[in-house]
């Protein structure tokens, strides 16, 4: 939980920076209603007359904030994230001695508390572009973002899409992780890990690329080149998208210049579409991956990651799923 409360620590920063900064007699009014948006999801929406984002948007944020405060007051929610996963390497045993495996004891609570919780931030930055984009005036491309992952017919035979997923996905590594718990079925882990990878590609798109450069652009070009600009604030915006995701990672930092540069090339449109087909494109592959290489092994009464044996005594691993997944 510290790692999300981070991300919206740093997001709501960023963000306040970037409208504070901004000419104050057009802002003021859109800072406002984005500070009783975030606060209030929905008032801020209902204020700016844009009703059916405040029952689309403004709901959505409602009803997965409720999900996620019931679930992590259960009874059954473990807190301590020492006693969900462990991370084994190969000096320390384990059934695959020759790479990194996870293991995760984690109850059916905290799985349901973390797929609401990311639901909610997923609409929160989604949000929070909408209102940025036209100073809040009614955005009618917002809605478009949500195709953005299913426009085959855009990307297919784009020549940078394929460099961008194979960027992301081959420089990734893809540990085995071992589930040690019944209280979700496969088809529920891989149900919300393709709904998480869909919001996940299109919020964190519209919030790196749509708002911090974007920003960083408009705020460069008046001193340096268009080029100059363009590679500047995708450089800044990169960097903040890396320390986002916890520490600075430069495999992570060159993927996000990638598609930094796919958003903004050397033309002066800005293609949020093609940036989130290939976060999204770059996320199912390698949530793939680690959905297919994924077993399961029943815990012991009482077991969890802080007290877990060296798993290569007499109990068996099973596959965590059947189908074959080909990539």
Same mark, same amino acid.
């Given at each position: 939980?510290?790692?999300?409360?981070?991300?919206?620590?740093?997001?709501?920063?960023?963000? /306040?920076?970037?409208?504070?900064?901004?000419?104050?007699?057009?802002?003021?009014?859109?800072?406002?209603?984005?500070?009783?948006?975030?606060?209030?999801?929905?008032?801020?929406?209902?204020?700016?007359?844009?009703?059916?984002?405040?029952?689309?948007?403004?709901?959505?944020?409602?009803?997965?904030?409720?999900?996620?405060?019931?679930?992590?007051?259960?009874?059954?929610?473990?807190?301590?994230?020492?006693?969900?996963?462990?991370?084994?390497?190969?000096?320390?045993?384990?059934?695959?001695?020759?790479?990194?495996?996870?293991?995760?004891?984690?109850?059916?609570?905290?799985?349901?508390?973390?797929?609401?919780?990311?639901?909610?931030?997923?609409?929160?930055?989604?949000?929070?572009?909408?209102?940025?984009?036209?100073?809040?005036?009614?955005?009618?491309?917002?809605?478009?973002?949500?195709?953005?992952?299913?426009? /085959?017919?855009?990307?297919?035979?784009?020549?940078?899409?394929?460099?961008?997923?194979?960027?992301?996905?081959?420089?990734?590594?893809?540990?085995?992780?071992?589930?040690?718990?019944?209280?979700?079925?496969?088809?529920?882990?891989?149900?919300?890990?393709?709904?998480?990878?869909?919001?996940?590609?299109?919020?964190?798109?519209?919030?790196?690329?749509?708002?911090?450069?974007?920003? /960083?652009?408009?705020?460069?070009?008046?001193?340096?080149?268009?080029?100059?600009?363009?590679?500047?604030?995708?450089?800044?915006?990169?960097?903040?998208?890396?320390?986002?995701?916890?520490?600075?990672?430069?495999?992570?930092?060159?993927?996000?210049?990638?598609?930094?540069?796919?958003?903004?090339?050397?033309?002066?449109?800005?293609?949020?579409?093609?940036?989130?087909?290939?976060?999204?494109?770059?996320?199912?592959?390698?949530?793939?991956?680690?959905?297919?290489?994924?077993?399961?092994?029943?815990?012991?009464?009482?077991?969890?990651?802080?007290?877990?044996?060296?798993?290569?005594?007499?109990?068996?691993?099973?596959?965590?799923?059947? /189908?074959?997944?080909?990539?």
């Amino acid at each position: 939980m510290v790692k999300k409360n981070l991300d919206i620590a740093l997001s709501v920063a960023i963000y /306040f920076v970037l409208t504070t900064s901004i000419n104050a007699t057009s802002i003021s009014k859109c800072w406002g209603t984005w500070a009783i948006e975030t606060l209030l999801p929905g008032v801020g929406y209902s204020r700016l007359g844009q009703y059916d984002k405040a029952l689309t948007f403004g709901i959505t944020r409602w009803l997965s904030l409720e999900r996620t405060i019931y679930f992590r007051n259960h009874k059954d929610f473990e807190p301590d994230d020492e006693k969900i996963y462990r991370d084994t390497s190969d000096e320390h045993g384990g059934p695959y001695r020759h790479e990194d495996q996870v293991d995760v004891f984690m109850p059916y609570e905290n799985f349901m508390a973390a797929n609401y919780w990311r639901i909610y931030f997923a609409f929160w930055q989604i949000t929070s572009q909408d209102l940025y984009d036209k100073t809040c005036e009614y955005n009618n491309e917002t809605y478009g973002y949500f195709l953005s992952p299913l426009k /085959f017919w855009d990307y297919l035979l784009e020549p940078t899409f394929y460099p961008g997923v194979a960027l992301q996905t081959e420089t990734q590594e893809t540990p085995k992780f071992v589930y040690h718990t019944d209280g979700y079925t496969k088809e529920d882990l891989q149900n919300w890990t393709l709904v998480n990878a869909y919001l996940t590609s299109i919020g964190e798109e519209l919030l790196s690329r749509g708002i911090i450069q974007n920003w /960083f652009y408009h705020l460069f070009k008046d001193s340096l080149s268009h080029s100059m600009a363009r590679w500047s604030s995708n450089f800044v915006s990169s960097v903040i998208f890396t320390l986002l995701h916890g520490e600075f990672d430069l495999i992570l930092f060159v993927d996000s210049m990638y598609t930094g540069w796919v958003y903004h090339g050397a033309n002066p449109n800005f293609d949020l579409d093609l940036a989130i087909a290939i976060h999204f494109g770059a996320n199912t592959i390698t949530d793939g991956r680690r959905l297919q290489r994924a077993k399961d092994m029943k815990a012991k009464p009482g077991e969890d990651a802080s007290n877990f044996d060296d798993p290569e005594s007499s109990r068996t691993l099973a596959p965590r799923f059947t /189908f074959q997944l080909r990539f």
